[in-house]
């Protein structure tokens, strides 16, 4: 829902990424060995239900109960709501660098080619795209690997390839063969991708793990809270979306927009948010030793 925060970090945060990647890999396994060849069976019994069931659960009850209130939050209290994440990424991004066991040149590297990569989409300005269905299938599939990448947001790149709005407007719409089309290029996405992220996990751990973190590290740079809006576009509906932006001073915020730049409730955020992981983190490690 807002772009610019990926899913995948949040998934890191709260300490369920690389339990998904596999669990996602299973069922791409089994949907291709079970499901062809009929053994329905099967393919319910290998697949981590005990994990999918609840997450999905969550996902759709934070759709349904509080998509509108981050849309409301996002365009009338930005600079909270980005504090908060930003503070939220600062402290995954320390999470995740601790799962590094080996360090060494290499993983340094990994890390800063991650940065690179993240900050270089997060400036990268939208284009305007073609409608066609093959089009569409593509942008689901690189939306949804971006959307199990930390530090990179599946929405932002639909933003980027020009079909943000255009796919919000065609789920409201219910133009069914848009939407058809999308959903079969994520699952086919998300079975390569999750594929590939479990071997890298598997056999490069350090390596990819520092990716991971460089990601989140780049990506702070489209959560910085306080921005000047540079480039606009309006649609037919008369609705305006921010197409470039660009990172201001607090202390030149105000001069700029006109607007509070509300340091102080932006600091206590950033704080929040940095404790919450924190404390996630410490309430997963102690599940751990429980287990």
Request: hydrophobic share 55%; proline share 3%.
């Amino acid at each position: 829902m807002v772009p610019g925060v990926s899913g995948g970090t949040i998934a890191f945060i709260t300490g369920i990424y690389e339990e998904l990647i596999h669990s996602i890999k299973v069922i791409s396994q089994s949907a291709q060995k079970d499901l062809v060849k009929g053994r329905i069976g099967d393919f319910f019994k290998s697949v981590n239900w005990v994990f999918l069931i609840p997450l999905l659960a969550g996902v759709g009850t934070s759709i349904i109960l509080l998509s509108k209130l981050v849309l409301y939050l996002l365009e009338f209290h930005p600079i909270p709501v980005w504090s908060f994440f930003f503070g939220l990424i600062i402290a995954s991004t320390i999470v995740v660098y601790r799962k590094i066991k080996t360090h060494n040149l290499w993983v340094i590297l990994s890390a800063l080619i991650g940065v690179v990569i993240a900050y270089w989409i997060t400036i990268v300005s939208p284009t305007e795209t073609r409608n066609d269905l093959w089009f569409i299938f593509i942008c689901g599939a690189i939306a949804i690997c971006a959307m199990i990448l930390p530090g990179i947001s599946g929405s932002f790149i639909l933003l980027l390839m020009g079909k943000y709005e255009y796919i919000l407007s065609s789920l409201q719409e219910l133009k069914f063969s848009i939407i058809f089309t999308f959903m079969a290029g994520c699952i086919i996405g998300l079975s390569v991708f999750a594929r590939f992220l479990d071997w890298l996990l598997a056999r490069y751990h350090d390596l990819t793990v520092a990716l991971l973190a460089g990601f989140m590290v780049g990506s702070l740079n489209k959560v910085w809270p306080w921005k000047e809006v540079v480039q606009t576009v309006t649609n037919s509906k008369g609705e305006v979306t921010v197409l470039q932006d660009r990172n201001v001073l607090p202390a030149n915020y105000t001069a700029i927009t006109g607007h509070d730049s509300d340091i102080a409730i932006a600091v206590a955020l950033a704080v929040a948010g940095f404790v919450l992981v924190m404390l996630l983190e410490k309430f997963g490690n102690k599940e751990e030793v429980l287990q």
